[in-house]
């Protein structure tokens, strides 16, 4: 299902709380911008318990009322960090037949979110920026990145590089491992994976390669088998005792290589705010 243009945007936190100051720095900014759409902030957005935007229960409530709502054309995610998968479960038995017409839009954590609803063929999925990112340095071009996308389809914000022939997902590497043997976890059979993360050790992402390549390129009759990967950016790597002697580029090479599965180059999305949308799925052409 192609989504409509988003006019009225529902924002809500399914991992980590928002400040009052930074939704009013993106209000101002989307009215400056974007003056024919209007930001709804649930008041979810700056609850606080513990890690969490509110309890699993509260999380998920907001969410399944901006979701459900027919008023809204849009869920925007307010930021990462960790929580969607906690809530997922309620969320996808709780949505009705508004919640497909509707785009939604996250990445990092929010992947979770985001493979559970285009597994169920709930809405149009996309992997772009998150309200939060307005905090980055220069974070204004990624805010706006979003609301083109979501408000007026501007296809000059997609990764340069989608394909209009293989279907493609885009998710952070450890929470796209972590999906695997999930009831909620998508069908990736046939898809090209974009790739990225941030903060982990490379012996890590070897770590996390190998689970993946496991899960997803059909070692054992019944898995998925994907159509390749394309490698996003890899950032803020902390330090290792002793030197790993591979890139994370290498890494993924390698295990791709070893399991017979195309490397296809890198993607132009990552943590940060250069960060291009990715909608699930096959990309249109029109």
Request: net charge negative; with cysteine.
């Amino acid at each position: 299902m192609t989504a409509k243009l988003a006019k009225n945007i529902g924002i809500c936190a399914p991992s980590r709380a928002i400040t009052r100051d930074l939704a009013e720095q993106v209000r101002a900014f989307a009215a400056q911008n974007f003056a024919d759409v209007t930001l709804h902030f649930h008041e979810q957005c700056f609850a606080a318990h513990g890690h969490f935007a509110g309890s699993d229960a509260e999380r998920a409530a907001a969410f399944v009322a901006m979701a459900n709502d027919p008023a809204l054309d849009a869920v925007w995610f307010a930021r990462g960090g960790y929580g969607a998968a906690r809530m997922t479960d309620a969320v996808i038995h709780g949505l009705g037949p508004a919640a497909s017409a509707k785009s939604y839009m996250g990445y990092s954590d929010g992947g979770n979110m985001l493979g559970a609803l285009y597994g169920a063929g709930i809405g149009q999925v996309c992997h772009g920026p998150m309200v939060s990112d307005i905090s980055r340095s220069g974070g204004e071009a990624a805010i706006a990145r979003a609301l083109g996308w979501l408000s007026r389809a501007d296809r000059s914000v997609l990764e340069p590089d989608l394909s209009t022939v293989t279907p493609q997902v885009a998710l952070n590497l450890m929470t796209l491992g972590m999906m695997s043997g999930w009831e909620h976890c998508p069908d990736l059979t046939g898809h090209i994976v974009l790739i990225e993360e941030v903060g982990e050790h490379l012996y890590a992402i070897d770590r996390m390669m190998f689970h993946m390549m496991n899960n997803f390129a059909g070692v054992k009759a019944d898995d998925q088998h994907i159509a390749g990967v394309r490698l996003g950016r890899v950032s803020a790597v902390p330090p290792n005792d002793i030197d790993f002697a591979m890139t994370a580029e290498e890494i993924i090479s390698f295990w791709c290589a070893r399991h017979n599965i195309p490397y296809l180059g890198r993607a132009d999305i990552g943590h940060d705010v250069d960060n291009k949308i990715v909608p699930f799925g096959q990309l249109s052409l029109s």
